[in-house]
């Protein structure tokens, strides 16, 4: 059974910046993209950033373009997401997961395992 756990998370003053870690629990899906995804108190949890494979592609919704940074080290296990200026609205709880395939990927259903998330609090 493949683990994801994901570490970094904590309360931050809007403005701040904060390193998000997703580690394996084995050898890292180095044939499949990753990705972070996010949910918020009410709301559905959405996309927020991927990475294929071979760290060659990445792609970011909207609302985070340009503030947070995807990236992964297949031999370290780790996937990363590193979020600068981070607002209110970025508060949720963030969670990594492994796609299916090894492009990038938006939708949950892309995506075969998942990790518990970590608590992202922004205050202003």
């Known amino acids: 059974q493949v683990q994801l756990v994901e570490s970094g998370g904590g309360l931050v003053q809007a403005g701040g910046s904060l390193r998000l870690t997703c580690s394996a629990s084995r050898r890292m899906f180095t044939n499949n993209g990753m990705g972070w995804f996010r949910q918020a108190p009410g709301k559905e949890r959405e996309f927020v950033a991927s990475i294929s494979w071979n760290s060659g592609s990445t792609r970011y919704a909207d609302s985070v373009k340009g503030r947070f940074t995807i990236s992964r080290d297949n031999a370290k296990n780790t996937l990363t997401l590193e979020m600068d200026s981070l607002n209110t609205e970025d508060t949720a709880i963030y969670y990594c997961?492994?796609?299916?395939?090894?492009?990038?990927?938006?939708?949950?259903?892309?995506?075969?395992?998942w990790g518990q998330g970590t608590q992202v609090t922004v205050s202003s």
């Open positions: 997961a492994a796609a299916r395939g090894a492009a990038t990927a938006v939708t949950m259903t892309s995506y075969a395992y």
